[in-house]
Nanobody, 127 residues
Framework: VQLQASGGGLVRAGGSLRLSCEAF??????????MGWFRQAPGKEREFVAD????????YYSDSVKGRFTISRDNAKLTADLQMNSLTHEDTAVYYC???????????????????WGQGTLVTVSS
């Protein structure tokens, strides 16, 4: 299984970016499949940003991005997008998409619970 993340770049504070993650290879059981976005800033640990349960479409967000970021999915394309608005310098990080499989009963926020990871895409917000 491969995850391909794209859409990162340089944006000014207050601007927007849209990240996309596409899954290649194995077809997951959609009832046991969560796709998440994480980010890691220099010198910091990887942190949860948002995730979406594939079957229900339920979405979850970290407090730091709630109201500014929106995660969505496309069942046919097996992609999950992260629309990021009102970006601040604190959002600067490498963003990773990931997939967790198993019984999905709510948000999955620990990186160690995700099995498959994309390569990361850099988001830089200039102040």
């Amino acid at each position: 299984v491969q995850l391909q993340a794209s859409g990162g770049g340089l944006v000014r504070a207050g601007g927007s970016l849209r990240l996309s993650c596409e899954a290649f290879g194995r077809r997951f059981n959609r009832y046991r499949y969560m796709m998440g976005w994480f980010r890691q800033a220099p010198g910091k640990e990887r942190e949860f940003v948002a995730d979406i349960a594939w079957s229900s479409g339920n979405t979850y967000y970290s407090d730091s991005v709630k109201g500014r970021f929106t995660i969505s999915r496309d069942n046919a394309k097996l992609t999950a997008d992260l629309q990021m608005n009102s970006l601040t310098h604190e959002d600067t990080a490498v963003y990773y998409c990931a997939v967790a499989t198993g019984i999905i009963s709510g948000s999955i926020r620990r990186p160690s619970d995700y099995t498959y990871w994309g390569q990361g895409t850099l988001v830089t917000v200039s102040s």
